[in-house]
């Protein structure tokens, strides 16, 4: 969202909020981000806490994956932002899947035919899935990401008026648990199945955090509290995970 002067930069402004100053930030240049990722902290160390995240829907590609799964390897933490993880779905991105737990169960609410918008966006309503889990309550309580904004298909029907995005819309993607999964659901876009629908999925206590919406979806004030408590307990636990060694 670096160079996209209409909106905010919802993940810099929550690091901010915590009263966190990020070790680097590569704002929108890829090859600088794969490159932090295949180096490392300085140091040599590995980095705390990765956050890849695609606020201005260009999804990162599956090159990018190998390498945040071998910083996951090494006791990184991440949060990660995809919306589009069908389109790399039976390539590279499966072997994060496969480490979380989980696999794609569908897009949402794709519209079938280019430049054609539900009349609501309801149905991106996320609901509570992991009422205990502290991603829900620290350093935020009453996490309710429920308002939208509808920032990105307004985006979209502008670009669809003017002829420069001709394509169907796609909202974002759905996870569901592979059986024997340990991870969790921690909000999904239904209000009664924690194995399906995920939206927000928690592996490794908390430490790999899996957002398959687009954050600026929602309204901006539901939103930012959200990345906030990712952010806080991802880093929590590789904290956790230190100390345990």
């Not at 955090?209 to 929602?218: E, F, G, I, K, P």
Request: with cysteine; net charge negative; proline share 5%.
């Amino acid at each position: 969202m670096a160079g996209q002067f209409d909106t905010n930069r919802i993940i810099q402004n929550a690091i901010s909020a915590l009263g966190l100053k990020a070790t680097t930030d590569d704002k929108d240049a890829g090859g600088r981000f794969l490159g932090d990722l295949k180096g490392g902290a300085p140091g040599g160390k590995p980095w705390d806490l990765i956050i890849s995240g695609s606020e201005a829907r260009n999804a990162i590609q599956g090159e990018f994956i190998p390498a945040i799964t071998d910083n996951i390897n090494n006791g990184s933490s991440l949060v990660m932002e995809h919306w589009d993880i069908d389109a790399i779905n039976f390539g590279k991105i499966s072997s994060l899947l496969a480490m979380c737990g989980v696999e794609l169960e569908r897009d949402i609410a794709v519209s079938p035919a280019a430049c054609t918008l539900p009349s609501d966006e309801n149905f991106l309503i996320t609901w509570p899935q992991d009422p205990t889990n502290p991603i829900l309550h620290t350093p935020n309580e009453g996490l309710r990401v429920t308002s939208m904004s509808q920032y990105w298909s307004q985006w979209y029907a502008f670009g669809c008026a003017n002829g420069t995005w001709p394509w169907a819309y796609d909202y974002g993607d759905e996870l569901i648990l592979t059986p024997g999964s340990t991870s969790k659901i921690v909000l999904g876009t239904h209000s009664d199945n924690n194995d399906h629908h995920g939206v927000l999925v928690s592996c490794k206590e908390n430490r790999v955090l899996l957002w398959t919406s687009s954050s600026h979806n929602y309204a901006y004030n539901r939103v930012l509290p959200l990345w906030q408590n990712m952010i806080y307990n991802a880093l929590q636990a590789r904290y956790a995970s230190l100390n345990s060694q």
